[in-house]
């Protein structure tokens, strides 16, 4: 595979005073900004740099050593991968158009691309960066997540009322799962026996049995439920409501709701601290991360990133 290695243009840092009253030094927080063709760093002391990419930075993930960054262009055949040491950035092709899904396996050894036109997943050597294989999907996929004690990786596909399931030791090896309503976003607690799936055009949350592949339970949650996550300890499911500009939160044991969060509007991804003390909620139409104290459900500080934020990661 040919990778082109792109010299950084711009590495903008913002002003510390950008930063909201009540900022206290946390972990690192890597966002990225569609609408500035960005990739926001936010260090421990508060202050923000910005890394110029280009093209539309969609989805993201952090290796588990905290040294990449994986991003998804959603508007080419490509993929950056950023050091967060140096902030070099290199450029990845990608087999089809449109990578849009992406999560790294536990061990940090692969990174997982979905990408929609062509119909495909790509996985790449997170050391080397180069493509692995390929493998051609029964559908479109969205959003990609892998299985915390399995070697599974999960995916929504576009417009389907099903979702796929491939052997990550066998990729060629998919399955669906049927359900009732069209899955957008996923993910695992844990101990990978729970798999939260958010319905798109409902107020709709299923819960899964992942290793018994079939749903054991629902929740209700805002207008248009939209993307997940799971607290670090299990114990909680976060679910931005992109209709209706708020986070619902649920009980993961109990499968009910302990309460809603006003964040903005439109809420995209969530990432909690190490800790989870803390979520970080980005809200795209207020061009923040909100942050959010995980115990009471109070925002402590919303911090501007730039035009049109939409993934976020914490490491």
Do not use: C
Not at 3 to 15: D, E, N, Q
Not at 74 to 79: C, F, L
Not at 211 to 238: C, F, K, M, S, Y
Not at 300 to 315: I, Q, S, W
């Amino acid at each position: 595979m040919t990778m082109v290695i792109l010299l950084i243009a711009l590495v903008a840092g913002l002003a510390a005073s950008s930063v909201s009253p009540g900022w206290a030094a946390g972990p690192r927080v890597v966002v990225t900004v569609e609408g500035a063709g960005e990739l926001a760093v936010v260090e421990p002391d508060g202050k923000v740099e910005a890394i110029r990419l280009g093209g539309r930075p969609h989805n993201l993930a952090v290796s588990p050593d905290g040294r990449q960054a994986w991003i998804t262009d959603s508007s080419a055949t490509r993929i950056w991968v950023v050091d967060l040491a140096s902030r070099e950035v290199r450029s990845l092709a990608t087999p089809g158009q449109g990578p849009h899904g992406l999560a790294l396996t536990p061990d940090g050894r692969r990174a997982l691309v979905a990408y929609e036109a062509g119909s495909g997943l790509a996985l790449f050597d997170a050391a080397t960066l180069d493509l692995v294989r390929h493998v051609s999907l029964p559908s479109p996929p969205h959003n990609v997540a892998v299985a915390p004690t399995r070697p599974e990786a999960w995916l929504t596909t576009l417009g389907a009322r099903h979702l796929l399931v491939m052997n990550l030791e066998d990729p060629e090896r998919v399955d669906r799962v049927a359900v009732a309503g069209t899955p957008h976003d996923l993910a695992f607690t844990p101990d990978g026996r729970q798999l939260w799936v958010t319905l798109w055009k409902s107020r709709r949350v299923l819960v899964l049995d992942a290793p018994g592949r079939q749903v054991i339970g629902e929740v209700e949650a805002g207008e248009t439920p939209h993307h997940i996550a799971i607290t670090p300890d299990g114990r909680q499911a976060w679910v931005s409501n992109h209709g209706g500009g708020e986070v619902t939160v649920f009980d993961v044991a109990a499968r009910r709701r302990i309460r809603t969060i006003q964040v903005g509007q439109f809420p995209h991804h969530i990432a909690f601290s190490p800790d989870g003390r803390l979520a970080y909620v980005v809200s795209e139409g207020q061009d923040e991360v909100v942050i959010v104290e995980a115990a009471t459900g109070t925002v402590r500080v919303r911090l501007p990133v730039g035009r049109r934020p939409h993934g976020v990661a914490v490491r």
